[in-house]
């Protein structure tokens, strides 16, 4: 059960805006400012159980004030205000039972409450899920509660089971540590010499469980001090600083909780264009009319329906993705209780006949491109049981215990995997003969890497005598000792290739600016993906002939290269492939061409350290055609391009 | 204070001039730092505040740190 409750805390948000929306259209600008307010410092506050509390409480409130307004009508204001303070309250039960689950302390009160609260007011599922739980996954001390709680809500609780409960609500549960945000009552962070004196007197003993950057990060809380303190000890400390905000980091995790939310209102079902048959986890998010904000986290069941919980007179598009073998599309939503996508299945035979590959023609047998070389790639994990991917091994780095490296939940490093040694009778990737190691440095829910991870798998790579290091990721933030790292590579004469970044700033993200890195920008072709598809996005005015310049690459100084990067048909999970746009996919193209050249360049071979790399970086030049309508910080050296 | 009260957040600490060897564990110790792990020459990922590690560094000039930032996998609608 606690699997179900991992995602981003970014749902919490968009559901802060939803509600936002469905409220505030009908109604009077103070209002909306009111509701303006509280989103805005929940956000700031890390969207905590008090704050979620509070913004439920206002939406609760709603009904009260249309009322009193002339302007304003009950009937119109009542039902997504109500709708929403149901979703708020189901969210918070929830949470509150996934921190159950997954072994955090919860006080026996707030497990009565949410038990009951779900067997009364929860969906179907909900009642179902409760009901069927099994003792295992709860805390010895809640499972008692749960069983009361079911006698409550479904019969006639007897005298005797009344009293039990109130026994078991006076149990004390042991105390662990949890979670708090410590900030000033303003919700900012806390002055030096305040943060020195509450904090000094702190044990600074440490090895009750670290938080890790990305916690702090996803939870949105900045420069807020997040700390470990025993429930007790927090209630003291809040007595003692009473200009101080001390509450629990509650998190909420909502992302596959979606599909069984509010009664849909809208349901979609998705279909095989050819076969009509129905299309099992495919992704559906809708893109709401005004914000034009992204609502997703849907997925077909095995009936190929999706259910979504919106008025369908607030969507205004729908993006549909498979998770393999299918092109995405994204298109106008017309008002109806059911709609419709047909996807079209992706080509076959995908990777010979892919319009990228022949820029990567190399001298010498396609089928050796690569031989002889090691490349190391540092990404989410590949899909190890994929058949038309062989990697020699790889490792996940210690963030990451039990995550093993031949798994992939993104997706993302197999789609990198398949474009750079992926190989099968109709597939083929740029050094298909090349050695591949694997690097996993993201967990299952989040798609960032930790700097602490990639130095560690960067100087691995580089202890193990990697040649080429590919990079399908970046960040805005510096990093020193990631850059040393790389030095370091780039030193004992290993290539590095990044990629430019996905946001379209004429700027290029880190560590992919660094002089020491390949720089890689991307770049599409008309016409070779369908026009309803989300490829179609990328499309810029920056054209050459049938090439464009993606609209989302970045550009700048630290671009060296540029290479196709849309609607890159690649390696999906679970043994198929799947269509992506981005820089990540340009990346690779790269380093797999800097591997071909390297396996056959016997030149090249003889160097060693810097001068390596810099032969290596001049023969790619070569390969590259200055485009002249493109800007030099958008190519660097030239583009990969036919 | 109780036991098991824990405060900081992820930091990279490690020699400032990494062809020098200087024993970082030791210096965390000396001000009560756990090191979560090691990542070779000296690089070290701890826990810990910042305003410690800025005396520690004070009193150690051959140390930096930095927080243990965040890259982003790059690929669109992924």
Redesign the interface.
């Given at each position: 059960m606690a699997d179900a409750y991992e995602a981003s805390v970014s749902a919490v948000d968009e559901l802060a805006q939803e509600v936002q929306e469905s409220v505030a259209a009908p109604i009077a600008a103070s209002l909306r400012e009111g509701i303006s307010t509280l989103l805005r410092e929940t956000r700031r506050r890390g969207l905590s159980g008090a704050s979620l509390h509070r913004l439920r409480d206002e939406v609760l409130a709603l009904p009260a004030i249309a009322e009193d307004s002339d302007v304003l009508s009950g009937q119109v204001l009542r039902p997504p205000a109500l709708a929403a303070a149901w979703s708020l309250d189901r969210r918070l039960h929830l949470a509150v039972l996934g921190r159950a689950a997954s072994g955090h302390h919860i006080s026996a009160s707030a497990a009565h409450s949410a038990l009951t609260w779900m067997l009364a007011n929860g969906t179907e599922d909900d009642k179902e899920k409760v009901a069927d739980l099994s003792p295992d996954t709860l805390p010895d001390a809640v499972e008692p509660l749960r069983v009361l709680a079911i006698r409550e809500v479904t019969a006639e609780t007897t005298k005797e089971e009344g009293e039990k409960t109130r026994d078991l609500l006076t149990v004390s549960f042991p105390e662990e540590?949890e979670r708090y945000l410590v900030a000033s009552q303003k919700g900012g962070p806390l002055k030096?010499d305040t943060?020195?004196e509450l904090?000094s007197?702190?044990?600074?003993?440490?090895?009750?469980?670290?938080?890790?950057?990305?916690e702090?990060?996803k939870a949105g809380v900045g420069e807020l001090?997040?700390?470990?303190?025993?429930p007790?000890?927090a209630e003291r400390l809040r007595e003692l600083n009473r200009e101080l905000l001390i509450e629990p980091d509650v998190q909420f995790y909502l992302q596959s909780l979606e599909s069984s939310e509010l009664p849909a209102q809208v349901e979609v079902l998705v279909r095989d264009q050819e076969t009509r048959k129905p299309v099992e986890r495919a992704s559906v998010t809708a893109l709401l009319r005004k914000s034009l904000r992204a609502h997703g986290g849907y997925h077909t069941r095995a009936d190929g329906l999706a259910s979504l919980p919106l008025g369908n007179e607030r969507i205004a598009s729908l993006?549909v993705?498979a998770p393999s073998g299918y092109w995405?599309r994204h298109l106008e939503y017309s008002a109806g209780k059911r709609f419709i996508v047909d996807l079209r299945p992706l080509p076959k035979p995908t990777g010979f006949s892919a319009w990228w590959r022949g820029v990567f023609a190399h001298e010498g047998s396609d089928h050796h491109q690569g031989q002889g070389v090691l490349v190391v790639l540092i990404?989410?994990g590949v899909d190890g049981s994929h058949p038309h991917l062989k990697a020699e091994g790889g490792w996940s780095s210690?963030d990451l215990e039990n995550k093993p490296w031949y798994e992939d939940d993104?997706?993302?490093g197999t789609?990198c995997a398949g474009i750079l040694v992926g190989q099968s009778e109709s597939f083929r990737g740029i050094a298909s003969g090349a050695k591949l190691w694997v690097a996993r440095v993201?967990a299952s829910s989040q798609?960032?890497?930790?700097?602490?991870s990639?130095?560690?798998s960067i100087?691995r790579a580089t202890d193990m005598g990697a040649h080429v290091i590919n990079l399908?990721?970046?960040?805005w933030?510096q990093?020193?000792?990631l850059k040393?790292a790389i030095e370091?590579a780039v030193d004992r004469g290993i290539l590095v290739v990044a990629?430019?970044?996905?946001q379209g700033r004429s700027r290029v993200?880190?560590?992919a600016h660094l002089q020491d890195v390949i720089g890689v920008s991307a770049f599409g072709q008309f016409n070779t993906y369908p026009t309803d598809s989300?490829h179609q996005e990328?499309e810029s005015g920056a054209i050459d002939g049938p090439f464009f310049f993606s609209r989302?690459s970045n550009s700048g100084p630290g671009v060296d290269f540029c290479a196709p990067g849309v609607a890159i048909i690649s390696a999906a999970p679970g043994g198929g492939y799947v269509a992506?746009?981005?820089?990540?996919?340009a990346?690779p193209m790269v380093a797999g061409a800097a591997a071909a050249i390297l396996s056959s360049d016997s030149e090249v071979q003889r160097l060693s350290g810097r001068s390596r790399v810099a032969a290596l970086r001049a023969r790619l030049a070569k390969k590259c055609k200055t485009v002249q309508t493109w800007e030099r910080g958008q190519q660097g050296e030239g583009a990969f391009r036919p | 204070?109780?036991?098991?009260?824990?405060?900081?957040?992820?930091f990279?600490v490690?020699p400032r001039d990494?062809q020098k060897r200087v024993n970082v564990r030791r210096l965390l110790a000396g001000?009560?730092?756990?090191v979560?792990?090691d990542?070779?020459?000296d690089?070290v990922?701890a826990?810990?505040?910042e305003?410690?590690l800025r005396r520690l560094k004070r009193n150690n000039p051959a140390i930096?740190f930095?927080?243990?930032?965040?890259?982003?996998?790059?690929?669109?609608?992924?």
């Open positions: 540590p030096p943060r020195e904090f007197g702190l044990d600074m003993w440490a090895g009750t469980g670290a938080i890790t950057a990305q702090v990060r001090d997040v700390v470990w303190l025993r007790s000890t993006r993705a995405d990404d989410s210690r993104h997706g993302h789609h993201m798609a960032a890497a930790s700097a602490a990639l130095v560690e100087r399908s990721l970046g960040g933030e990093s020193t000792i040393l370091r990629a430019a970044g996905n993200c880190f560590p989300s990328s989302y992506r746009d981005g820089t990540s996919m990346a | 204070m109780p036991d098991g009260t824990f405060v900081g957040r992820r990279l490690y990494q001000y009560g730092i756990k979560l792990y990542l070779g020459d690089i990922v826990v810990a505040t305003d410690v930096s930095e927080a243990d930032r965040q890259f982003e996998l790059l690929a669109e609608h992924a």
